[in-house]
């Protein structure tokens, strides 16, 4: 499976039911670099082939290696609670599980994992996390891509991509039960984890995001799902809302689960996302930092620094399609080596008597005009590669320096009674522009207030703030301590390079 890691690219495919988000990815070194991504539409997965066909012509994907994420409608799983038990008896519960669904093995794909250690009384069980996809809908996906000219090398579910990137972001504490929500326009997707554990997930449409009544859908179907999760969780509730997507209304969705629900609520939005990532290359564990849930997910998913993931492809399947690619290939290859040949051949000899004596008189000649050409080209290309190069190094780094410039000094200066909800960033010709939203929790207004005005004197002496804005939003009880109280305070500005 890393055989996909040595590529210099390759592409990650999200398939929905009517949505396919497409992107090229490049490991620079160590460096992650997206150099293409599009959203398009499909009516039905039979019309992947075709459209993907329309992209290849135009943006030239063919002949490349992909990475494959499911729709949560398409993927099912379920729990099993089990004591330390070998790999072999846990394989032979989790088949005998799955023939309650299918009639045979042979009509499915599937794949578990251990997902965390509980205790029950004085026995430890394992939690062991089975997820499961007809074999029917992989062939078609596989056979669509490979039409295209495209090899699926991983396929996997988008709810276990939530659970990599809940693990291997910020997000994770063991103590704390999450919920992801990915909001497009037209439908919304929820993931549920206790700690580390996925325990649920779903999908359901929204008409109209635009006004309140698709909001207050929104409100319901999360209130059901968290509502589930408490009854069968003895009590435990969400602690923490992650929200992404592609919907232009993200931030009023943000704005208004955070009112209603009362707990943090974490934004990855793509406007963001897109004028930050497509600026820069960055190192893939720095991607919990960036926004997006989409391309987040398909960095939760790379095996580069996620130990365990997903494969869907049944490993006796993928090696004989593998073997009659790679077979095909190899006639091809010797045909055309052998036309090659035949063809040279023949020309050579048809030309050799002809010119070779004139070719001998020229030689000595052309190759003294070949090698003073060269040195010349050589040495105006090295000054102009080196001007290019040193020009667009010394862009990124001045980019790069300066925001991270900010965030240190940004860090020096905040007290442990501030912490911040949502921070925005976009490029501009010479700097950056900002926004965040921070909380302050205090014991009563006065020290909420000094806490404040200390802040936003320290925050003024940041010699490369220009246009600051500070202004106080509002103060109210505290959900998660009710002893003590919150203020809500934003912060607009730019960054100079």
């Not at 000094?409 to 965040?436: A, H, V, Y």
């Amino acid at each position: 499976m890393k055989g996909i890691f040595m590529k210099k690219s390759f592409l990650v495919i999200g398939i929905e039911e009517n949505e396919v988000k497409l992107m090229e990815v490049e490991f620079k070194g160590k460096l992650l670099d997206v150099k293409r991504a599009l959203i398009f539409n499909i009516k039905s997965i039979d019309e992947l082939s075709s459209s993907l066909m329309e992209k290849i012509r135009k943006d030239g994907y063919k002949n490349r290696t992909a990475i494959v994420l499911l729709p949560f409608s398409r993927v099912s799983n379920f729990i099993l609670s089990l004591p330390p038990m070998p790999k072999s008896e846990i394989k032979s519960i989790v088949e005998r599980e799955l023939r309650k669904n299918f009639q045979s093995l042979e009509d499915v794909c599937y794949e578990f994992f251990i997902s965390g250690t509980k205790v029950e009384g004085e026995e430890k069980r394992k939690e062991i996390v089975v997820t499961y996809v007809s074999k029917e809908y992989i062939d078609t996906i596989i056979d669509s891509l490979n039409r295209c000219g495209i090899t699926p090398a991983i396929i996997t579910s988008a709810f276990q991509a939530y659970h990599n990137l809940l693990i291997y972001s910020k997000l994770y504490k063991p103590e704390k039960s999450t919920a992801f929500l990915d909001v497009s326009e037209t439908k919304a997707s929820i993931a549920l984890f206790r700690g580390n554990t996925w325990f649920l997930s779903r999908d359901f449409p929204i008409e109209d995001f635009e006004g309140m009544g698709g909001l207050e859908k929104l409100f319901i179907e999360l209130n059901r799902a968290f509502y589930y999760f408490k009854q069968k969780n003895r009590g435990y509730e969400i602690n923490q809302l992650v929200v992404g997507g592609n919907n232009p209304a993200i931030k009023e969705i943000k704005n208004y689960l955070l009112e209603n629900f009362r707990i943090p609520v974490y934004v990855f939005d793509w406007e963001f996302l897109k004028e930050f990532m497509f600026s820069r290359s960055f190192p893939p564990e720095e991607l919990d930092y960036f926004a997006n849930s989409f391309f987040l997910l398909v960095g939760a998913s790379l095996n580069y620094f996620v130990k365990d993931s997903i494969n869907f492809i049944p490993p006796e399947l993928y090696e004989k399609r593998m073997l009659r690619y790679r077979l095909k290939g190899i006639g091809i290859s010797a045909l055309a080596i052998l036309l090659i040949v035949i063809f040279a051949n023949k020309y050579l000899s048809s030309i050799q008597s002809s010119y070779n004596d004139s070719l001998l008189v020229q030689k000595k000649y052309i190759e003294k005009l070949t090698s003073q050409l060269r040195e010349i080209e050589s040495t105006k290309s090295e000054r102009w590669l080196a001007k290019r190069r040193l020009s667009v190094l010394e862009s990124s780094y001045r980019y790069a320096n300066s925001f991270s410039e900010f965030l240190r000094e940004l860090s020096l200066i905040t007290p442990e009674e501030i912490t911040f909800e949502f921070l925005e960033c976009q490029k501009m010709d010479n700097g950056w522009r900002f926004s965040f939203d921070g909380n302050i929790t205090a014991n009563e207004p006065l020290e909420a207030q000094e806490i404040f005005s200390i802040f936003s004197e320290k925050i003024k002496k940041i010699k490369s703030i220009k246009n600051l804005n500070i202004s106080s939003l509002q103060m109210r009880n505290n959900p998660m301590e009710s002893n003590k109280l919150t203020m809500i305070f934003k912060i607009q500005g730019e960054i100079e390079l």
